[in-house]
């Protein structure tokens, strides 16, 4: 029978979506509820969508840190996705591209799905646990089907989706929050899902020694937190490896910080709470007219940002995220990285004229004339004005944050680009999860022997810590390691007559340098 991933690929998709499902699946018993899953018998993989891994996190529990959930009576069944955390949008003023869908969306949203082809196997499998992306505003559990990842491995490995709290939901910070509630409450949640993962996997089939946490955009930014979490100590150990598909790292500046602090004080006098107690006030604001002011203030932010991020909180995140990469102390010391080739231009007016030193002040507002004068002469060689913008963004949020990754893990470590025109931030996410349809994905280069190489760099290293130990044939020449001294990368691209071509590239040393820059400006850009 052909492959899962070859039915999406073709124009056979319509086959690949009636297959046999047995709804009297499996029940795993998780000791505060029973969940019962659904199987694929086609595919040979159950899918338990919806299990709640945290008490709802509303009311008296709005903005703490999340905690175990009731015990729930009966058999529950996990046969749909869960609602979506409460969503936000993106600044540039436009609509929430998710309107479009008819999604369920609620602030009681702290569930995960697990897609197991061994349930109750006495051989546990690796486990990859899948944190989205969407600029920490956006996204859920329900875009992603881990069965395809699941059947892309063949069938070698467990995945976990997980769904964390978004937007001002799940990191609105200040002084206030650290006083009487937990910043960072998003991350938290990330954090207590890998917990439970921990604690419960193996019941699905997973091996809680063989977990690897891979996210896209702000969920590969999320593995970049976790890996530097509590200084590198947390406990137990919660994951073996990392992999980080375009690595978000917008500025996170300290709590209590000027920027921070001013996001807290708009919310809090948007939902009328001025007085003398206005976390607790905010406590009693309904859901609904909290996640009115949450899209109101990241559209009026800058274009292309998502004004809601991590911060530094002094606890679990101790220190800056560079800084924290610079101490040497981490979570892990094996990675895989990809970014796509044209990161920024997603997120810039392509048709607008821009002045690129105001253009870096607007982005990091703590820069001055000087830095970001500095900024625009790095970048005057790269072309016109858009070209410089689409670049400066790409590269200060995604590109270089990926290579301070590298830099500081000696490891097993390794580097890809998705190269496929025009390369934006998030083609390659439809090549991981084929049925994804968020924000209008497409499919860039609809060719199975590429698209089978590319994504058998991520399961494999996920299940042997090798991106080349493939657990399928694929047409990918080796992975080398990526250092400093020999900084080589997969490039993933195509001919101009439509054929793959896959081959090692060094990394750019003007690239390297600009990111240099960044770099020394981390504590001015919030890095």
């Given at each position: 029978m052909a492959l899962f991933r070859d039915f999406v690929h073709t124009a056979?998709?319509?086959?690949?979506?009636?297959?046999?499902?047995?709804?009297?699946?499996?029940?795993?018993?998780?000791?505060?509820?029973?969940?019962?899953?659904?199987?694929?018998?086609?595919?040979?993989?159950?899918?338990?969508?919806?299990?709640?891994?945290?008490?709802?996190?509303?009311?008296p529990l709005r903005w703490h840190a999340p905690t175990p959930p009731h015990k729930i009576a009966g058999i529950q069944q996990a046969s749909d996705d869960p609602p979506l955390c409460l969503q936000g949008a993106?600044?540039?003023?436009?609509?929430?591209?998710?309107?479009?869908?008819?999604?369920q969306q609620s602030e009681d949203c702290l569930f995960l799905s697990v897609y197991s082809p061994v349930v109750n196997s006495t051989l546990p499998l690796p486990t990859i646990v899948w944190i989205h992306g969407g600029g920490y505003a956006l996204g859920g559990a329900g875009y992603y089907n881990g069965a395809e990842i699941v059947q892309e491995s063949n069938n070698q490995v467990v995945v976990v989706v997980l769904q964390y709290r978004l937007g001002l939901f799940g990191f609105l910070a200040?002084?206030?929050i650290k006083d009487n509630g937990a910043l960072n409450a998003g991350l938290l949640d990330q954090d207590f899902a890998l917990r439970w993962v921990n604690k419960n996997i193996r019941a699905f089939g997973g091996d809680p020694e063989k977990v690897t946490i891979w996210g896209q955009s702000a969920g590969a930014g999320s593995v970049l937190q976790h890996v530097v979490a509590r200084n590198g100590k947390t406990s137990p150990k919660l994951f073996r490896a990392a992999?980080?598909?375009?690595?978000?790292?917008?500025?996170?500046?300290?709590?209590?910080?000027?920027?921070?602090?001013?996001?807290?004080?708009?919310?809090?006098?948007?939902?009328?709470?001025?007085?003398?107690?206005?976390?607790?006030?905010?406590?009693?604001?309904?859901?609904?007219?909290?996640?009115?002011?949450?899209?109101?203030?990241?559209?009026?932010?800058?274009?292309?940002?998502?004004?809601?991020?991590?911060?530094?909180?002094?606890?679990?995140?101790?220190?800056?995220?560079?800084?924290?990469?610079?101490?040497?102390?981490?979570?892990?010391?094996?990675?895989?990285?990809?970014?796509?080739?044209?990161?920024?231009?997603?997120?810039?007016?392509?048709?607008?004229?821009?002045?690129?030193?105001?253009?870096?002040?607007?982005?990091?507002?703590?820069?001055?004339?000087?830095?970001s004068s500095a900024a625009a002469s790095l970048y005057e060689p790269l072309g016109s004005s858009v070209d410089q913008v689409n670049a400066i963004l790409g590269?200060?949020?995604?590109?270089?944050?990926?290579?301070?990754?590298?830099?500081?893990?000696?490891?097993?470590?390794?580097?890809?680009e998705y190269a496929i025109p025009p390369a934006l931030h998030g083609?390659?996410?439809?090549?991981?999860?084929?049925?994804?349809?968020?924000?209008?994905?497409?499919?860039?280069?609809?060719h199975i022997a590429f698209?089978?190489?590319?994504?058998?760099?991520?399961?494999?290293?996920?299940?042997?810590?090798?991106?080349?130990?493939?657990?399928?044939?694929?047409?990918?020449?080796?992975?080398?390691?990526?250092?400093?001294?020999?900084?080589?990368?997969?490039?993933?691209?195509?001919?101009?007559?439509?054929?793959?071509?896959?081959?090692?590239?060094?990394?750019?040393s003007a690239l390297l340098e600009r990111c240099?820059?960044?770099?020394?400006?981390?504590?001015?850009?919030g890095q």
């Amino acid at each position: 029978m052909a492959l899962f991933r070859d039915f999406v690929h073709t124009a056979l998709l319509f086959v690949a979506c009636i297959r046999a499902v047995d709804a009297s699946g499996p029940v795993v018993d998780l000791g505060y509820a029973r969940y019962q899953g659904v199987v694929d018998t086609t595919l040979d993989i159950t899918a338990f969508r919806g299990i709640r891994y945290a008490a709802a996190p509303t009311g008296p529990l709005r903005w703490h840190a999340p905690t175990p959930p009731h015990k729930i009576a009966g058999i529950q069944q996990a046969s749909d996705d869960p609602p979506l955390c409460l969503q936000g949008a993106e600044g540039t003023g436009q609509n929430n591209p998710l309107t479009a869908r008819d999604v369920q969306q609620s602030e009681d949203c702290l569930f995960l799905s697990v897609y197991s082809p061994v349930v109750n196997s006495t051989l546990p499998l690796p486990t990859i646990v899948w944190i989205h992306g969407g600029g920490y505003a956006l996204g859920g559990a329900g875009y992603y089907n881990g069965a395809e990842i699941v059947q892309e491995s063949n069938n070698q490995v467990v995945v976990v989706v997980l769904q964390y709290r978004l937007g001002l939901f799940g990191f609105l910070a200040g002084q206030e929050i650290k006083d009487n509630g937990a910043l960072n409450a998003g991350l938290l949640d990330q954090d207590f899902a890998l917990r439970w993962v921990n604690k419960n996997i193996r019941a699905f089939g997973g091996d809680p020694e063989k977990v690897t946490i891979w996210g896209q955009s702000a969920g590969a930014g999320s593995v970049l937190q976790h890996v530097v979490a509590r200084n590198g100590k947390t406990s137990p150990k919660l994951f073996r490896a990392a992999i980080t598909s375009s690595t978000f790292l917008p500025s996170q500046y300290k709590y209590d910080g000027k920027i921070p602090s001013t996001l807290f004080n708009e919310v809090a006098s948007q939902a009328g709470c001025n007085g003398t107690r206005p976390l607790d006030c905010l406590r009693e604001v309904d859901s609904a007219t909290l996640a009115g002011i949450n899209t109101n203030i990241i559209l009026a932010g800058f274009a292309g940002t998502f004004t809601f991020s991590p911060v530094v909180d002094g606890s679990f995140i101790k220190q800056s995220p560079t800084d924290a990469l610079s101490q040497g102390t981490l979570n892990t010391d094996i990675l895989l990285s990809v970014n796509n080739a044209n990161e920024g231009a997603l997120f810039i007016n392509q048709s607008a004229e821009y002045d690129v030193a105001q253009y870096v002040r607007n982005l990091f507002p703590l820069l001055g004339t000087k830095e970001s004068s500095a900024a625009a002469s790095l970048y005057e060689p790269l072309g016109s004005s858009v070209d410089q913008v689409n670049a400066i963004l790409g590269e200060s949020t995604f590109v270089c944050p990926t290579y301070l990754l590298l830099n500081a893990l000696p490891g097993k470590v390794y580097k890809g680009e998705y190269a496929i025109p025009p390369a934006l931030h998030g083609d390659d996410t439809i090549n991981y999860f084929p049925t994804f349809d968020e924000f209008g994905s497409v499919l860039r280069f609809n060719h199975i022997a590429f698209i089978t190489a590319f994504t058998q760099g991520f399961v494999s290293f996920a299940a042997h810590l090798d991106p080349n130990a493939k657990l399928r044939p694929s047409i990918a020449p080796a992975w080398q390691r990526w250092s400093r001294d020999v900084p080589t990368e997969l490039v993933f691209n195509q001919t101009e007559s439509g054929a793959p071509h896959i081959a090692p590239s060094n990394t750019s040393s003007a690239l390297l340098e600009r990111c240099e820059f960044w770099r020394s400006q981390r504590h001015l850009i919030g890095q």
